[in-house]
């Protein structure tokens, strides 16, 4: 059984930092892209960033100087670094597992709020 488990979510401040971490099982992580989204309310979900099998990283341009994906093969996880949050950074983040069309799964997400 897949599971996709989030945690590290929660209020902070307006200019705090927050980090996500995503725990996988029941899939061969390192063979997985792994990624962050995010849905706000009323909004559709959106990328927030990406870390291939290789390491390779991709960020939505919003949050690339702000967000950090990284991920750890050893330990079948995958992190996102928030940094400078904003209040508009208000959300559900999602953890992805992908590797093609068939093979793809979701978290149930942790909320992250952010107050001005």
């Known amino acids: 059984q897949v599971q996709l488990v989030e945690s590290g979510g929660g209020l902070v401040q307006a200019g705090g930092s927050l980090r996500l971490s995503c725990a996988a099982s029941g899939i061969t992580f390192s063979m997985y892209r792994m990624g962050w989204y995010r849905q706000a309310p009323g909004k559709q979900r959106e990328l927030v960033a990406t870390?291939?099998?290789?390491?390779?990283?991709n960020y939505a341009n919003s949050d690339k100087e702000r967000f950090t994906i990284s991920r750890d093969n050893a330990k079948n996880t995958v992190y996102l670094q928030m940094n400078s949050l904003k209040p508009e950074d208000t959300a559900v983040y999602y953890c992805?597992?992908?590797?093609?069309?068939?093979?793809?799964?979701w978290g149930q997400g942790t909320q992250v709020t952010v107050s001005s």
């Open positions: 992805n597992a992908f590797r093609n069309a068939i093979l793809g799964y």
């Open positions: 870390i291939s099998s290789a390491g390779i990283t």
